[in-house]
């Protein structure tokens, strides 16, 4: 009961720190506008929190099961169980190869998910090299596992920590009573979620087949097409941060052709909401 209030908490604690991260890295490097970076409406992403979930569960696994030999990083000690105390080890390499592992799989397999069941696509790596399907690039790839050793060294022991006392705090220790007034705002946030989930699923089919069936598409396409002319022949001033000669040099490495990248439809609308691909 314990390690499974601990995953909903880690679950929550990813769905909103990875919305928050989201939403400034569309707003500063991609999209450039404040958008909703998921296909819910309230400010969760349910990606971050199977991802945090699953990268603890690795780091989890790897410390309870592997033979008493096999030292893992265990800073403060105490790490699930362990009492002794580590520092970083060359068997570190396996769970954090793990993590990355499940972070890939755990991204491919929701890109499919919502490209094939909803036809939305909330990412687009179909410009970046080497990329497979649009959904999983070397790039990302790489920054994936960056994150995954960022969590095993910096993250995982904090939020054993930190867990460990929210659960004490929710249920009690050491003769202390139950928190409820804290039980209670847990369970609120998965009952707005589930209603979140819910409604979502069901508003982005009931939308995108009206939208399609009253032409509401076509015509978007139309107004969004004119207001890209106009935009064009308004004057813009900007201040370049970065040489026009480093930016194509650096898009020549990340993009296949980086002239397609500055054409790419965006996957949001004015609103910021994710748009179903045309023709589906």
Partial sequence: MQLFLLF???????CVGGWLIEVFFRRFFSAKKWVNPGFMKGPWLPLYGFGVVAMFAVCYLCLSFFPDDVVFFNPY????GKDY??????SDIIPILLMWISMLVLEFSAGMIFIKGF?????DYSNMRGN???IVCPLFSVIWLLLAIAF????????YVLSSRVY?????????????GFIFLLGLFYGFFIYDYVVSIGMVKAIMRFAKESGITERFESARQKWQEYSKKRPTEKREIVSPAIKEKIAGIIYIDPEKEKTKKSNYDEKGRPIKEEGN
């Fill in 168 to 180: 004490e705090y929710m249920f009690g220790a050491n003769g202390r009573i139950a928190h409820f």
């Fill in 8 to 14: 909903l908490f880690l679950f929550m604690f990813g």
């Fill in 77 to 80: 000690g105490g790490l699930f």
């Fill in 132 to 134: 497979f399907k649009g």
């Fill in 152 to 159: 095993y060294y910096f993250a995982d022991p904090l939020l």
């Fill in 85 to 90: 105390v580590s520092a970083p080890q060359w």
């Fill in 119 to 123: 036809k939305v696509k909330l990412w």
